[in-house]
T-cell receptor, first 111, second 116 residues
Framework: TQLLEQSPQFLSIQEGENLTVYCNSS?????LQWYRQEPGEGPVLLVT?????EVKKLKRLTFQFGDARKDSSLHITAAQTGDTGLYLC???????????FGTGTSLTVIP | KAGVTQTPRYLIKTRGQQVTLSCSPI?????VSWYQQTPGQGLQFLFE???????NKGNFPGRFSGRQFSNSRSEMNVSTLELGDSALYLC???????????????FGNGTRLTVT
């Protein structure tokens, strides 16, 4: 059973388009992190959000944490081929520094 | 600053064998976590160590074990390998200390284990 469900699972778009990835749960998390993973590499942290309703911007990426701290979204404006990768949300921490990872969204940006 | 180093990068084992994977965290990080990544299940938490003590364990059978040394390096061991153990095993270190809210995970590039 996955605590965090991401949608869509796969996304293929043209360069320059906008997109939104969703991360939903029935559980409340003290923080939520977003990672991007490229083939053959480990996930790399993009952002951490900790306050309900919080919005963070990282260049063309906008992250939002739901008011109830159960869900989050990632919006990419004017996607570039370099945005291609697997996007993972992670909620936690639980005991210690344990995080629950979402099911992942595989994004392909076509030139 | 050197990142998280995992060795080996690739392993091929047969059913019934055992395997040991190694992880060297970022210098100064005392928390090391292990995750299993498969296409069907995504990233699943295995266990976390802090200062040589296991703080938390995921829902995996006892065939999966780990330890952490005084220099924070960590190993995980899988005994009596099964086909379903084929996965990418990721190690992550963190600068978190007890009582701290949360800290980012810094992942290595993983060990790809194939069980035949």
């Amino acid at each position: 059973t996955q605590l965090l469900e991401q949608s869509p699972q796969f996304l293929s778009i043209q360069e320059g388009e906008n997109l939104t990835v969703y991360c939903n749960s029935s559980s409340v998390f003290s923080s939520l992190q977003w990672y991007r993973q490229e083939p053959g590499e480990g996930p790399v942290l993009l952002v951490t959000v900790v306050t309900g309703g919080e919005v963070k911007k990282l260049k063309r990426l906008t992250f939002q944490f739901g008011d109830a701290r159960k869900d989050s979204s990632l919006h990419i404006t004017a996607a570039q081929t370099g945005d291609t990768g697997l996007y993972l949300c992670a909620g936690g921490p639980n005991t210690g520094n344990q995080f629950y990872f979402g099911t992942g969204t595989s994004l392909t940006v076509i030139p | 600053k050197a990142g998280v180093t995992q060795t080996p990068r690739y392993l091929i084992k047969t059913r019934g064998q055992q395997v040991t994977l190694s992880c060297s965290p970022i210098s100064g990080h005392r928390s090391v976590s292990w995750y299993q990544q498969t296409p069907g299940q995504g990233l699943q938490f295995l266990f976390e160590y802090f200062s040589e003590t296991q703080r938390n364990k995921g829902n995996f059978p006892g065939r999966f074990s780990g330890r952490q040394f005084s220099n924070s390096r960590s190993e995980m061991n899988v005994s009596t390998l099964e086909l379903g153990d084929s996965a990418l095993y990721l190690c992550a270190s963190s600068s978190i200390f007890p009582g701290q809210g949360s800290a980012p995970l810094h992942f290595g590039n993983g060990t790809r284990l194939t069980v035949t």
